[in-house]
């Protein structure tokens, strides 16, 4: 019997390797070779004609441009849907693929990773390296979203919420090895791997959480460690690791302040083949919770919000940039290059849009500021000047203070056909009375897809958007421009105007990037729907999504010129708040669990009650405590205290992870206040919506 197990098991097995090389053997796109099939000189080849996706932003220099036209300004109109693929989990999906020889690679949430067929829409293979939630609070968090993959010979690589970077066969999806890139007791891995020379660059989150930031380089064949950059000093009992590192000690004041951490590398990576440099950015330096919580500390805290190069072979420092000033907390994003004509001369520069609203060029070999101009109307600085590459602030008297995010991670796109950058970025109406702070929260803020002309530091056009958070951007030489958005909607604008040429509504959010290819000569414009992103579980729903979107499906659509599949609109059902438990607890016992609500991070994960998900979901994902069946209330103490749900990401907070709260428990009296300010605000929600429903009936 256990030999007849072993037999079947092994003509399954043959039986699903002989489909894998069917399907590789039969596309003409495959024709370089093995699965997986990425290099320098294919990542060269490709550039000029755009077949594949072969890296993040596909070139190395992160432009997320194609040069593929057969989708145009003219004929874009007749796009249709090729066909669609569903992703496990409630969680929506951030990544964005790549695509090698007619196989699309992609992450979602937990760290999953798919291969799909990028004609039929067919699942070739699913991996899921089995993420652990039980080990930080970070890492629970950084676990619910993924930002991508890298390819190269034959390997599909994927970091992991638990701290991994994980290699897997392109055409088996068998783990080839793993590598530990951070500590997983404190933090996670959110953003996607980069490839540069033969080696996988990895960050990973933190820097609100006192993780100590680095970017990390990998052998590609086996895994194995070759350099790591520490963007922020260390214990200063220990010897610095550099001696950029004891210069940059120098610019941190206060007592302990080293034990901030900060400056991760959770996103911005970009490697440029004419300097042969890795290129990457930093966030900042600031602990929001925990025994750090309220800690002081002034200077430049490099190399916190900065914009840092280093020579890609050994890792060694070249130059750095600081993007943010004391007192304005900033994050840096994509970071894309490019040769531009500036002052009569040609200039290999960096184009970078930090969280702060300025648009920033950098010479790619000194990091020299180039220019530096607002997107926007910002609060926090008016302009930069250009001899001492120092930003001109705004004093607090004449309405400075702090900047609501214009541009987050999602990437913006260069066509040098327009010569115009398109960037996804969040404004603010000149007329709103709410304060920055207010704003932060969705007052008074909407979107606005920028086309920004670097050379005249102005913007040539922008569409305003319903919601503050939308996707990433795609530009191509098809005069095209493809971006989702929160509210659910798909559309393509005309490069060169900014005019809506084509649409579709999906009625799921859009926190995706898309991407475009062709296989046999057809091309195919992609994007994963489904409300996601890290900002889903702390930041308020109403900025990144409407009551529908942020319900509909979690799907892979393909589109293609003459696509005929009918469009599956879904059926969004907007489920009521169920009556909460009789609410017995004073107003000042509310008001210190409030406290306590942000004090235990609560909100770091479940959002501000006020508006978060809209439902009990888990599945992956993290519900709404405003929407907890009786059985949780009837279960707060094991669930709170006790740590029931720490397999799920739900520590214990009588005994919590020591990292996050070293000094922290949670007790019966306090886990009771959390549980009055909880039910609360569910008594508010409730309320509300009967209120909303008696109004509608009357006035029907």
Not at 54 to 67: A, C, E, I, Q
Not at 125 to 144: E, T
Not at 393 to 413: E, K
Not at 636 to 648: A, R, S
Request: glycine share 10%; with cysteine.
């Amino acid at each position: 019997m256990q030999a007849r197990r072993i037999l079947g098991l092994t003509v399954v097995i043959l039986a699903m390797g002989a489909a894998l090389a069917l399907h590789f053997s039969q596309s003409s796109a495959a024709l370089p070779g093995k699965p997986g099939d990425v290099n320098d000189e294919r990542i060269a080849a490709d550039a000029a004609t755009g077949v594949n996706w072969l890296v993040n932003g596909r070139t190395n220099d992160s432009k997320h441009f194609s040069p593929l036209k057969q989708i145009n300004a003219s004929n874009v109109a007749n796009l249709g849907l090729a066909w669609y693929l569903d992703y496990d989990g409630a969680m929506g999906v951030v990544s964005e693929p790549i695509v090698v020889d007619g196989v699309i690679y992609v992450s979602a949430p937990l760290s999953k990773v798919y291969a799909v067929d990028a004609v039929s829409g067919k699942l070739l293979w699913k991996y899921d390296p089995q993420i652990r939630l039980d080990q930080a609070l970070n890492g629970s968090y950084s676990a619910r979203t993924n930002g991508g993959v890298a390819v190269w010979n034959g390997k599909v690589y994927v970091g992991t919420g638990d701290c991994r970077l994980i290699a897997i066969d392109a055409a088996t999806a068998n783990k080839i090895w793993e590598a530990t890139v951070c500590e997983p007791t404190q933090t996670g891995i959110t953003g996607a791997p980069r490839v540069a020379k033969g080696k996988i660059l990895m960050g990973y989150n933190g820097s609100d959480d006192a993780v100590r930031g680095a970017l990390a380089a990998y052998d590609a064949e086996t895994g194995k460690e070759v350099w790591r950059f520490w963007t922020v000093p260390g214990d200063p009992s220990k010897p610095f690791e550099t001696k950029e590192l004891e210069m940059a000690a120098k610019t941190w004041h206060g007592e302990g302040s080293w034990k901030i951490g900060g400056g991760d590398v959770w996103h911005a990576i970009t490697y440029d083949d004419a300097t042969g440099l890795v290129i990457f950015g930093t966030a900042g330096a600031d602990v929001g919770y925990g025994e750090m919580a309220g800690v002081k500390i002034t200077g430049e805290k490099l190399f916190s919000q900065c914009i840092i190069a280093v020579d890609a072979e050994t890792g060694k420092y070249v130059w750095h940039y600081q993007t943010g000033a004391e007192g304005v907390h900033n994050e840096n994003n994509q970071i894309l290059m490019a040769d531009l004509p500036l002052n009569g001369e040609r200039r290999h520069v960096v184009m970078t849009a930090p969280k702060n609203g300025f648009f920033y060029i950098l010479d790619a070999k000194t990091g020299k500021l180039l220019s530096a101009k607002p997107l926007v109307k910002t609060t926090w600085a008016s302009s930069y000047d250009l001899q001492t590459s120092k930003p001109v602030l705004i004093p607090a008297s004449q309405g400075g203070g702090r900047q609501w995010t214009v541009h987050n991670w999602w990437p913006m796109s260069y066509d040098s056909l327009t010569g115009l950058v398109y960037i996804p970025t969040t404004d603010r109406r000149a007329d709103t009375k709410a304060p920055v702070e207010a704003g932060e929260s969705g007052e008074g803020l909407f979107g606005r897809l920028i086309a920004w002309d670097p050379l005249s530091d102005s913007a040539r056009w922008s569409v305003e958007e319903e919601i503050a958070v939308n996707g990433g951007v795609l530009s191509t030489a098809g005069n095209l421009v493809f971006q989702g958005q929160g509210t659910g909607e798909f559309a393509a604008y005309a490069a060169d105007s900014g005019k809506k040429l084509w649409s579709v509504q999906t009625k799921s959010a859009i926190d995706s990037i898309p991407v475009t290819f062709s296989v046999n000569g057809e091309q195919y414009v992609i994007t994963s729907v489904g409300w996601g992103s890290g900002s889903r579980l702390f930041a308020p729903a109403r900025t990144m999504a409407t009551p529908e979107s942020k319900r509909g499906p979690v799907r892979l659509y393909a589109f293609k010129l003459g696509g005929s599949v009918p469009f599956p609109y879904p059926h969004i059902e907007v489920p009521p708040v169920p009556k909460p438990p009789e609410s017995k607890a004073s107003l000042d016992t509310i008001r210190k669990g409030e406290k306590l609500y942000v004090s235990f991070y609560c909100e770091g994960c479940h959002s501000p009650s006020i508006d978060g998900s809209g439902a009990w979901v888990e599945d992956g994902a993290i519900p709404d405590l405003r929407y907890a069946p009786p059985q949780v209330h009837k279960d707060w103490y094991q669930i709170v205290m006790g740590g029931t749900h720490w397999d799920k990401g739900m520590p214990g907070l009588a005994n919590p992870p020591k990292f996050a709260f070293p000094n922290a428990h949670l007790t019966v009296a306090d886990a009771d206040a959390i549980h009055a300010y909880v039910i609360d605000q569910a008594w508010k929600a409730y309320k509300g919506e009967q209120t909303a429903a008696h109004t509608k009936r009357e006035n029907y």
